[in-house]
């Protein structure tokens, strides 16, 4: 069997300091003078999710497959910190998913005013079998 996944990269600012966001029509809207940046970019990190993910072998055998959900903070240092499972698909999943998240090298921090700030990103980690 062959492993395929897909990866995609929401980014909410839920942790931000007060005043860094404004509502707009109902939505909050940044206010960032950068966001946070993984070392060489945006195909930099996909490439470290799928050299680093392991499809567990039990899911494997058993057909399981999903999209797992990780929200995390990246602090003003750039430190990947409180990773979580937000949307569950099964036990092993989930905790790889969760495990290859907490392996990501710092970024480059998020600044608001010429300041780091706390962000809150989640990623989404498609497991398909093929």
């Not at 937000?86 to 010429?114: C, H, Q, T």
């Amino acid at each position: 069997m062959l492993m395929f996944f897909f990866l995609a990269v929401i980014k909410l600012d839920a942790q931000n300091p007060a005043g860094s966001t404004e509502k707009s029509g109902g939505h909050l809207i940044s206010r960032f003078t950068s966001k946070a940046e993984f070392p060489g970019g945006y195909y930099a990190f996909i490439k470290f999710i799928q050299k680093n993910i392991q499809y567990p072998q039990m899911e494997r055998d058993n057909d399981i497959q999903g999209i797992v959900t990780v929200g995390f903070l990246i602090d003003e240092n750039g430190k990947v910190t409180n990773v979580e499972t937000i949307k569950n698909v099964s036990p092993g999943l989930d905790k790889e998913a969760k495990r290859v998240v907490k392996l990501l090298p710092d970024f480059k921090p998020a600044m608001y005013n010429g300041k780091p700030v706390r962000v809150y990103y989640m990623v989404n980690v498609t497991f398909r079998l093929q």
